[in-house]
Every structure is written in C-alpha cells, then in structure tokens.
C-alpha cells in the first residue's frame, strides 16, 4: 500500500480534471492517478506533460520505452517497469531484452540482445539517472543513435529526465505493482 491513501477509482471531481485524465488513460484511473490527484494542480501540470511526453514526440517508441524500463531498474521503481515493460515489448523490444533489463548494468554491455543504438540510449539513461551528469562522448552516441538532430537527442533526455520524475515519485509514496 502507498503511503497516502489512494482515492476511489471511481473518483468525479474535480470532474474536468478526472476526465481529461481517463481519456488519457482509456477510460481508468492507474493508482498513480489516484495518487496525484490529492493536488489537483499537481495532477493537471502532469497529466498534460505526461500526455505530451507518451504522444506527441518523434523519438522512436521502442527507444523511450526502453529508456524509461532503464529508469525505472536504476530507481528501483518496480511499479514503472511492471508499466513500461509491456510497452517496450509491444514497440519491438523483445522478451529476453525484457528480462536482461532487470540488470541494466549487465544488459548495457549484452551485443548480443541490444544493439549499438539501443545500449547507447542505455548508457545516457544509466548516467543521467545514476550521475546526473552525462560524457560528451555518452551525449554524442546517443544523438547519432537517435539519428543526429537536436530535437531527437532533447525528446530522449527530455522523456530520461521525465521518467526519473515518475519514478522519484512512486518510490517515495511507496506505490508498488499490485
């Protein structure tokens, strides 16, 4: 259990609000809603970022995906990769590149599951997330990987560094895949 209470799944107000974010959603609030919505301020600032982060970016979705899956190892926030795994398999990624992410040290150094591109958008999550700051040469072969324009490599430390937001979050509340 989290440690503030989560509000009812069948939460109406504040009404605009809970809409806009079901629609994100399909229709349900995920606990992490139930969650940020004890500040609705707070909710609304992240439902629409969040919104723009998983929709409207030209960064491959296998390449996010496998970003956030990395976060989410190093941050221990099991309630993210138990969310984004499924998402990163269905973007491409493969079951056994799903299981090595559980050791993303180990699974940055594996040339035989994940490819140049991949491991280098793993080492510019790995030193994010672990250092904060990132190698010039780290910085470069993730934009080349990314296929070398500013906005690509800005989308991909833009969705680290959001991911890193979500997975600060659900660790400190405490919120765990059921």
């Known amino acids: 259990m989290a440690r503030i209470p989560l509000l009812a799944s069948d939460l109406q107000e504040p009404a605009e609000l809970v809409a ?6 399909g229709g ?19 439902n629409f970022h969040l919104g723009q982060v998983r929709t409207q970016l030209e960064v491959p979705p296998k390449l996010r995906e ?7 190892v190093v941050n221990r926030a099991d309630y993210e990769f138990a969310g984004h795994l499924p ?7 493969t079951r056994a590149q ?24 793993m080492r510019l999550t790995l030193e994010m997330t672990r250092d904060v700051q990132v190698r010039d040469a780290t910085f ?20 680290i560094a959001t991911y890193n937001m979500v997975s600060r979050f659900l660790v400190a509340l405490e919120l765990h895949p059921a």
């Open 20 to 25: 806009a974010i079901r629609q994100r959603r």
């Open 98 to 121: 799903g299981e090595a992410l559980r050791n993303a040290e180990a699974a940055l150094e594996n040339r035989l599951l994940f490819d140049d591109g991949e491991r280098a958008v």
């Open 140 to 159: 470069e072969r993730a934009r080349e990987a990314l296929g070398g324009t500013s906005r690509a490599i800005t989308e991909m430390i833009g969705v």
């Open 66 to 72: 496998l970003a956030m899956c990395v976060v989410a």
């Open 87 to 93: 998402l990163f398999l269905k973007h491409g990624g």
């Open 28 to 46: 349900e609030l995920a606990e992490l809603d139930r969650l940020l919505l004890h500040s609705p301020p707070f909710a609304a600032g992240w």
